[in-house]
């Protein structure tokens, strides 16, 4: 599947608003027009939007092929028009199909914290992967809403497109996401008491960052966030201080004020 930033996929989405611009195009282009107008008063609802979407791509599949614009074109030249027409719907209705919902909010954040906490403790060993296959740079990656993203091909990407290796990676992906969301001790070839104990140990370290850290082994980068960190520390000492003495005073008026009056 092609990057929607990618030479491919810009040469496809330009020269489909090319054709899209001549005059014999104006029934096709008012079709999509509507159909992007059907959608905007409905509630978002990515599965609904997404069958309706899928609907409308293999409708105008059918409109490329008769119309006499592409009347000699290849599949290759149909499927291109076909991918600028993915691109252009998508653009309209990126706000209302990715990550649009409370519920998908949830669950990007849910699987990006488990990473996170995982990362500190997970090594290959613990999946049974062989030494030979070990690749810690791989551990470190973390790809911002995960779910969110997966969700989005699922629904929106043209289902032949999603097939053989774009099929298979994106299914791997898929059970990738679910394993990290599921995991426990047994998965990972640990006792569940062991598991739980490093899951707590790294939640620890997820908010203070630098218990176990040694001083030589700090970056510039990590010196500076200490020293933020220091600062914000000293400035809530100090406002806790002065809450508490001025607290301090004012029990003892208070009981000085309790004793003259007895």
Do not use: I, K
């Given at each position: 599947?092609?990057?929607?930033?990618?030479?491919?996929?810009?040469?496809?989405?330009?020269?489909?608003?090319?054709?899209m611009r001549r005059p014999a195009a104006g029934g096709l282009f008012r079709s999509i027009k509507s159909f992007l107008a059907s959608l905007s008063p409905d509630e978002p609802s990515a599965e609904e939007d997404g069958a309706r979407v899928q609907a409308f791509y293999a409708a105008m599949e059918a409109a490329f092929r008769e119309h006499p614009l592409w009347a000699s074109a290849t599949h290759q030249e149909i499927d291109h028009a076909l991918e600028g027409l993915e691109k252009y719907i998508m653009t309209k209705l990126f706000d209302r199909s990715f990550a649009a919902s409370a519920e998908d909010a949830a669950a990007d954040a849910e699987v990006s914290e488990r990473i996170g906490l995982l990362q500190r403790f997970v090594r290959p060993q613990h999946l049974d992967i062989p030494r030979v296959l070990h690749n810690e740079a791989s551990w470190l990656a973390n790809p911002p809403h995960l779910h969110s993203n997966l969700k989005f091909v699922q629904l929106f990407r043209r289902e032949t497109k999603l097939v053989s290796e774009v099929e298979y990676y994106l299914t791997n992906l898929i059970s990738a996401k679910m394993f990290i969301v599921n995991v426990d001790g047994r998965l990972l070839s640990m006792e569940e008491n062991e598991f739980q104990m490093h899951m707590e140990t790294a939640k620890l370290g997820s908010r203070f960052p630098f218990m176990d850290s040694e001083t030589e082994s700090l970056t510039a980068a990590e010196v500076k966030q200490l020293h933020g960190l220091y600062r914000q520390v000293v400035t809530r000492y100090t406002s806790l201080s002065k809450a508490l003495r001025k607290l301090s005073i004012d029990e003892d008026q208070l009981l000085a004020s309790v004793d003259a009056d007895s």
């Open positions: 599947m092609e990057s929607p930033s990618s030479a491919a996929s810009r040469v496809d989405f330009y020269g489909f608003l090319d054709r």
